[in-house]
Structures are given as C-alpha cells and as structure tokens.
C-alpha cells in the first residue's frame, strides 16, 4: 500500500515537495486555499517528470496518486509525513500547526522554513516533538539537499526516522547540530545576496554582471567542491594551512560590506528588478525552469558518474531503488534482468534512443545474467571473466526520451565453454530491439578460453536447461541483410 505526504501549501516549494513524493511512489494530497494552486502544482509537477527520472538508471516507481483536499484535516487524515510550506509568517505557521494538530497524531511535521528556527515553530504546539525543520531548495524535486534542524523539544528518534524517509526519495538530509536563524545554507545566501545589493546600488555591477561572474567563476567550483575543500586546494601543496596564511589577513580589510545593508526602498527595488527584466525577461518563468533543469540534469548526472558530491547521492538512491526490484526467478521464460530509463544523453537528433544505447542496455542486460550466474566484478577477479565473440543486433521499434525498457534474456545454450544468449529490449512488453551473443569464458592470464568452475555452471545449465523448450527466436541466426521470411 502506497504511503501518503500531506504537503500545506502549494507555492513553488510545496509544489516540488508534492512532485518528489509523487515521483517517488508517495499518495500525495495538497492542501492550498488558492484557487490557482491546482494548475501552479501541476506546472511543477510537468516539469519534474521531464527532468527527475533523467537522472535515475533504474526505473521510477509507480507515480502516486495526487489530490487536492479542501481542509488541512483532510489533508492530513492517514498521512505517513506532513511538510508545511506556507509564507514565511510565524504567526500563520502556528495556526497552521495547530490545525495539523488536531487531526494527526505522532506524525512527522517538517518546515520548509528558510529562517524560522523550530523552537520558533513549537511555540504553542500541541506537541512540539513532531515539529522540526526540513528546508529544501528550489527545485525540490531535483536538488537533493534539506537541511534537517531538530531542537531540544523534538523526538530524536522521529528526526531519524524521518531522515528515512527524506533518503527514500532521494534527499540528502543535512542534519543541522545547532538550530540557528537561516540554517546554514541560507546564511551563506544572504551574505552574498547582501553584497550583491550594493554591487548594484554602487553602480560597479549589472544584475547580469554578478550572476557571470558566479556561473563563470566560483559557482563551478561550489557546485562539486563547496567552499572549504575549494579553498584547500586553493592553498596548493601546503593545503588549507597555507591558504589561510596567504589570504588570512583579507578578513580585516574593508572588501565587503557584510555588516552594512543598503536601504531596501522602491528606489533600490526598481533599480534590481528592471535591471533583472533586461537580464532575462525575454523568457517567461517557465522556460528559465525548464532551462535550469536541463542544466542542472547535465551538472549532476557529471557528478553521478564520478561518484562525487550531489552525484553520490544520486548513485545511492539507485541503488536503494534496485534494491527493492524482484530478483529474477528462474523457470520456463526468458529472465527480466535490466530496467531502464531513456535519458537525455541517449537522445539523437531524430529525438530517438541512439544506436549506441541499444547496444548499452543489451550489455547492462547480458552484464546482469553474468552477476546472476556468479560471474560478477568478484569473480573477474579472480582473473577469469565471460567475453562476447559474437553480437548481431536488430532494430524493431523506437525508444524516447522518458521510456521504461526492460532486459531479458533467453538462454539458447550453454556448455562448460560457451555461452549463447538472446536479449530482448522490451518497452511496454514490445521489443524495440533484439540482440544475439556468443559469449566464451576465458581464463585472461591465458588469454584462451576455457572451461567455467563448477559453481558458475550449476547456477547457469539449470537455466539452459529450463529455456531448452522455448521456441527459438525467429531472429536467432540471422545475418545482415538477411530477408525477413
């Protein structure tokens, strides 16, 4: 049975809430009193699903079931976890908590908060130890981070269970030591923000001319690095010790004025907004997301390949996910071993799957089988490992950016020395493509083949023996240009 979110505001961070749960399998119900919130949530969610499956190589979930609730009580009623995201107004998100309250019971209720600390937030709770921070950033349903900040009153054990749950949909819970205004990441924000208003208000710099120097420069290094392992390898050889040596001195000189704020006036407010407009107003507020996802898309799937950073997180994710696939049974059909997402990356400039990628998620698939018989990264080395001598491959149908794919394999034989498979590409239970293999296993000090250990064919000859009467596939043996009988 799907698990319920409840999410109490359906602003552009309610709507990524609402679009990582959903996306993740969650029952989600929103409760938002405007009467647009129903086209703003499903703007975000259309955008979600174009985006965060594109950085997942094991098949989304199942989405769950979205509905909108008149009344937070219905919002909440059966709900798992309860994410507030209304204005940024104490007063309002102390009714708002007590309203929760009334109806849930030992549930879990984060904050979206960006300053408010949650003593703040207990104030008058009818029980302040569900209540705590779980601030995200835009957009929720790609950016991994929520910064997690308990205080004294709140249940540890719900905080890490609720951390749990955050990791299931592939969120890195930040869990904040000491609660403090503005967490930890907006107050970095705000220093930068700060400056950036008299950069402009000076006249030294455009809108446009800070966020280069951003995404040019620094922005870059932050993305994969942060700020102190930045600066560390900043300091060369001699590390942090000699960067803070060289560059110490530098906090005393009057470079920036963190401590002074310009005054926030219509003066100050027309000079950044309409500078912002030049900036960027030729593109509406949902094409600069739609171009935002698609970069960040490109920076984390870098990062995921290099197991790095916001990459790591992502990797994790995957696995949790693969995880809980059901493991292949073997019995009298072809074995599902591989499920996969088309990616953008795979794209060609017909809009269809590449060539190249057909070829990829048949390895993925044969790669499976091999690490279901034993004949794993392990074993390979031990210095033995299957090659593929043979492949032909047909292309039967179209694969698009977003498709579920699905591997099997058909064992067609098998003895001490070979290994004869047919893979099938499934979209929808159709094949998009088909791929026959010869596979040797070979003893690579050698480099000539030779006969598997006995553990590997007692896990493989049942197999062949148990698809020996499937019909053979009609492609099977062909050659190139072969006519189709």
């Known amino acids: 049975m799907a698990r ?17 749960f959903l996306l993740n399998g969650w029952d989600v119900s929103v409760f938002d009193p405007d009467p647009e919130a129903g086209r703003k949530i499903g703007e975000v969610l259309a955008n979600a699903r174009a985006s965060l499956p594109a950085l997942s190589d094991v098949p989304m979930q199942s989405e769950g079931a979205l509905s909108f609730a008149t009344s937070i009580t219905e919002a909440v009623e059966g709900a798992d976890y309860i994410q507030e995201s209304v204005s940024e107004r104490l007063d309002l998100k102390h009714r708002v908590f007590a309203q929760i309250q009334q109806s849930s019971h030992g549930v879990p209720i984060g904050s979206s908060t960006s300053g408010f600390k949650p003593s703040e937030l207990q104030q008058g709770a009818a029980d302040p130890s569900v209540i705590f921070v779980a601030h995200p950033f835009n957009p929720v349903y790609l950016l991994p981070l929520a910064e997690v900040v308990p205080s004294a009153q709140t249940d540890a054990g719900l905080v890490e269970r609720a951390k749990e749950t955050l990791r299931e949909i592939g969120m890195f819970p930040l869990h904040v030591r000491k609660e403090i205004d503005a967490h930890i990441a907006d107050r970095f924000l705000e220093a930068v923000w700060r400056e950036a208003l008299w950069l402009v208000k000076d006249g030294v710099a455009t809108t446009e001319e800070i966020d280069e120097a951003i995404r040019m420069g620094f922005g870059l290094r932050w993305g994969q690095m942060g700020l102190f392992e930045t600066y560390r390898v900043a300091g060369g050889e001699a590390g942090m010790k000699h960067f803070m040596a060289q560059f110490g001195p530098c906090l005393t000189w009057p470079w920036t004025k963190l401590m002074d704020v310009p005054e926030f006036n219509d003066e100050l407010v027309d000079l950044i907004a309409g500078q912002s407009d030049a900036q960027s107003g030729m593109h509406s507020i949902r094409e600069l997301e739609r171009i935002r996802d698609q970069n960040l898309i490109g920076f984390l799937r870098v990062l995921k390949e290099r197991n790095w950073g916001a990459g790591k997180v992502l990797l994790e994710h995957d696995a949790l996910r693969r995880a809980a696939l059901p493991v292949p049974v073997p019995g009298t059909g072809p074995l599902e071993m591989a499920h996969l997402t088309v990616l953008p990356g795979w794209i060609d400039y017909n809009g269809h799957m590449t060539e190249s990628r057909y070829l990829f998620a048949a390895s993925e698939t044969s790669d499976a089988f091999l690490r279901f018989i034993g004949a794993d990264v392990a074993y390979v080395g031990t210095g033995y490992s299957y090659y593929t001598a043979e492949t032909h491959i047909m292309h039967l149908g179209e694969a698009k950016l977003g498709d579920a794919l699905t591997g099997s394999v058909q064992v067609l034989a098998a003895d001490e020395k070979r290994l004869h ?17 010869m596979l040797l296993h070979v003893d690579m000090a050698a480099g000539k083949t030779c006969a598997a250990p006995k553990a590997i064919l007692d896990r493989l000859l049942p197999i062949a023996a148990a698809h020996a009467p499937l019909p053979r596939p009609e492609a099977a043996g062909r050659h190139v240009g072969q006519r189709k009988a």
């Open 4 to 20: 319920k979110a409840a999410i109490i505001g359906g602003g552009v961070i309610g709507g990524g809430w609402a679009a990582r």
């Open 421 to 437: 498979i047919f893979i099938r590409i499934l979209k929808g239970g159709e094949a998009v493509a088909t791929l026959e293999q």
